[in-house]
């Protein structure tokens, strides 16, 4: 069982570089999430989705865009990477509103 | 706004029970969920609540009061492998789910 599978792992960025997260999940979830976490500070919804063709914005969006071209594909772009996007990033998805999220083991960020 | 607020760090010793708090202020209430995390891992979902009361799975336990806007995890017989930090989420309605920081806990032997 696949479930939320997030690539790359661990990524190195110069400051003003671009680089595109991807996500894909095999649960045939509507809903799917890109979270970041940083020290003291929890999870933090950046972007999100309710379904194939559509996104929306969460709590800390600016400095990223997403797609959702595919049911099964959730992807979060950084256009000019900064210092401050230096951060663990975790996907996620869910059959609906309100039920149990799953996570994705994360990939960690740093911009240097 | 909307916020959730937890303690950041508990200990305890093995075998012993602990109880982590969640107190939120939200524009909406749905149900409040409890995820595990241990370092350099994935949340897991743990528990959800969305009526007043105690859910139990296994060792660990979930109670909410919705009119205290205030919920909590018990971990009974507490074991070292549950070293790992412990975040609350709302559902204020709509499609997203508000965490807190997350409460780290130390089990000692």
């Known amino acids: 069982n696949a479930g ?3 690539t790359p792992k661990f ?4 400051t003003g570089q671009s680089m595109t997260l991807l996500c894909a999940q095999d649960m045939n979830h509507e809903y799917m999430y890109w979270y970041r976490q940083d020290p003291g500070m ?3 919804l950046i972007h999100y989705s309710v379904g194939e063709g559509t996104t929306a914005k969460g709590e800390v969006p600016d400095g990223y865009n997403v797609s959702r071209l595919k049911k099964q594909n959730f992807l979060l772009g950084l256009e000019s990477a900064a210092p401050s996007q230096t951060s663990v990033y975790f996907c996620a998805s869910s059959p609906g509103s309100g039920n149990t999220i799953y996570f994705g083991e994360g990939s960690w960020l740093t911009v240097v | ?3 959730l607020e937890q303690p950041s760090e508990v200990t305890a010793v093995e075998g012993a029970i602990v ?15 409890w995820y595990q995390q241990h370092d350099g891992g994935a949340p897991t979902f743990l528990s959800y609540n969305a009526l007043d009361g105690l859910e139990e799975t296994g060792r660990f336990s979930s109670f909410l009061s919705r009119s205290d806007s205030y919920g909590y995890l018990l971990l009974q017989e507490l074991q070292m492998k549950d070293s790992a930090s412990y975040f609350c989420a709302v559902n204020p309605g709509g499609f997203k789910t508000i965490f807190g920081a997350g409460t780290r806990l130390f089990v000692k032997a």
């Open chain 1, 4 to 6: 939320v599978t997030q």
């Open chain 1, 42 to 44: 929890g999870l933090r």
């Open chain 2, 1 to 3: 706004g909307q916020s």
């Open chain 2, 19 to 33: 109880q982590i708090n969640c107190t939120y202020q939200t524009s909406g209430f749905y149900g409040l969920s």
């Open chain 1, 11 to 14: 990524r190195v960025l110069k």
